[in-house]
T-cell receptor
Framework: GQNIDQPTEMTATEGAIVQINCTYQTSGFNGLFWYQQHAGEAPTFLSYNVLDGLEEKGRFSSFLSRSKGYSYLLLKELQMKDSASYLCAVPNSGGYQKVTFGIGTKLQVIP | NAGVTQTPKFRVLKTGQSMTLLCAQDMNHEYMYWYRQDPGMGLRLIHYSVGEGTTAKGEVPDGYNVSRLKKQNFLLGLESAAPSQTSVYFC?????????????FGDGTRLSIL
């Protein structure tokens, strides 16, 4: 089966850098997704990692270590609009059309 | 390009009533999904479909039925609503193929069962 752990809540200051961690357990690895979900809205895709290392997309970067079952999302130059939940998700090993989502990390950006 | 459209956006039902939630996507995606999202529990898969005419159970299928008669539509039915089904329901779709295909979500349906 799939198991995903991520912190429930985090608080960070506007302009700062924050790292949101995700650990996962899966019997067959098919990559890892990060989604952003603002309160009352739909999740939207941020990134996908399948190889080890850091992938950068503007202010957002995502890191993966397959050997450690670990990923993090790095948000730089935080803005108030980055206040949202960040969901870590992994495709199921038995058939990657299904994806297991973590409960999400609620990030609050304060002035 | 509308993406994934869910109707209705809000609904209040009484216990025992039935209703159908409609999801429509215009991206020609093969895969479609229904999730529910509850505080502290994240997104949980109810049912999914890998193509027209096919459906399968997800993590929490009890009390729900689905149909996919057309590729672009995925319907979620509640035959006899219960207060435990009060939730936010999201529909999503994705391309078939590689595991790197992200899911595209609708705006959600907020359902309250009294």
């Amino acid at each position: 089966g799939q198991n995903i752990d991520q912190p429930t809540e985090m608080t960070a200051t506007e302009g700062a850098i924050v790292q949101i961690n995700c650990t996962y357990q899966t019997s067959g690895f098919n990559g890892l997704f990060w989604y952003q979900q603002h309160a009352g809205e739909a999740p939207t895709f941020l990134s996908y990692n399948v190889l080890d290392g850091l992938e950068e997309k503007g202010r957002f970067s995502s890191f993966l270590s397959r050997s450690k079952g670990y990923s993090y999302l790095l948000l730089k130059e935080l803005q108030m609009k980055d206040s949202a939940s960040y969901l870590c998700a992994v495709p199921n090993s038995g058939g990657y059309q299904k994806v297991t989502f973590g409960i999400g990390t609620k990030l609050q950006v304060i002035p | 390009n509308a993406g994934v459209t869910q109707t209705p956006k809000f609904r209040v039902l009484k216990t025992g009533q039935s209703m159908t939630l409609l999801c429509a996507q215009d991206m020609n995606h093969e895969y479609m999904y229904w999730y529910r999202q509850d505080p502290g529990m994240g997104l949980r898969l109810i049912h999914y479909s890998v193509g027209e005419g096919t459906t399968a159970k997800g993590e929490v299928p009890d009390g729900y039925n689905v149909s996919r008669l057309k590729k672009q539509n995925f319907l979620l039915g509640l035959e006899s609503a219960a207060p435990s089904q009060t939730s936010v329901y999201f529909c999503a779709s994705s391309y078939r193929g590689q595991s790197n295909q992200p899911q595209h979500f609708g705006d959600g349906t907020r359902l309250s069962i009294l």
